[in-house]
């Protein structure tokens, strides 16, 4: 490994540290107090966001086309690589967030309509990352590994914890994993992934703060995930020079 790479390895052994803490005190109070943010929400809206992200799981893992414009040289050092992925970070943060607050000030209804937008902000974010670093978002298998990322981001303290354990070694998963994508289980992946998925968003949802929480909680929202996904795909990049190294 060169130097980058020895850097942001250190790093990456920090996050799996911090993801692998027993979950804190002020944490489980967070958790107490987001379900009951969650609990004013009326059940038509839960069954409405239930099924956004069911239909944008199928159409991640279904969806015959995918378009992004990150092509990167396949000669591309990793920091460089990584300069770009940060600057897409960037940039959707901020579409993120002047997305929030427009929606976020204009009442239920718009806040409504921020969600689906929300999560194709963050789709559309993490298919560039993922071809930032050189992985082909045509194969659906790619495109599974996303929607971890995008769960890791967003379950709970133990919920992440188990999302990582799956994601760990993933290279050598591929070769179990089906080949087909109506092969696989989606319709669970969906009942699990719901239960945490962007619970925090769910305030935007509430008279009076959601105007303030859109802009906000956007920002952060992509700046999580983009992270995380920064994470994921180290984590496959330097085990696979740990096993050329070798």
């Known amino acids: 490994m060169g130097n980058y790479e020895e850097q942001i390895n250190?790093?990456?052994?920090?996050?799996e540290m911090?993801?692998?803490k027993k979950p804190s005190l002020l944490g489980n109070l967070a958790t107490k107090v987001q379900a009951k943010i969650n609990s004013y929400i009326p059940t038509?809206?839960?069954?409405a966001i239930t099924t956004t992200i069911k239909q944008m799981v199928k159409a991640v893992l279904f969806g015959?086309?995918?378009t992004t414009s990150a092509t990167p040289d396949v000669d591309m050092s990793l920091l460089h690589r990584e300069a770009l992925v940060k600057a897409k970070i960037d940039n959707y943060s901020k579409t993120g967030a002047a997305e929030g607050g427009i929606t976020g000030a204009g009442g239920f209804l718009m806040s409504m309509a921020d969600f689906p937008i929300l999560i194709g902000i963050k789709i559309k974010m993490l298919f560039e990352i993922a071809s930032l670093y050189g992985f082909d978002v045509k194969d659906y298998r790619e495109r599974l590994y996303i929607l971890h990322i995008f769960q890791l981001a967003f379950s709970s303290k133990v919920g992440t914890q188990n999302i990582f354990k799956q994601m760990q070694n993933w290279d050598e998963k591929l070769i179990v994993l089906p080949e087909s994508a109506e092969q696989f289980d989606w319709q669970t992946f969906q009942q699990e992934y719901r239960?945490?998925?962007d619970l925090a968003k769910m305030a935007q949802l509430l008279p009076v703060v959601g105007a303030a929480v859109g802009a906000v909680a956007n920002y952060k929202l992509i700046q999580k995930l983009g992270k995380t996904a920064m994470m994921a795909y180290r984590l496959r990049i330097l085990n696979q020079l740990s096993i050329e190294d070798r």
Do not use: G, P, R
Request: charged share 25%.
């Open 18 to 20: 911090e993801l692998m």
């Open 195 to 197: 239960d945490y998925i």
């Open 64 to 66: 015959s086309t995918h």
């Open 10 to 15: 250190y790093e990456l052994q920090f996050w």
């Open 44 to 47: 038509k809206v839960h069954k």
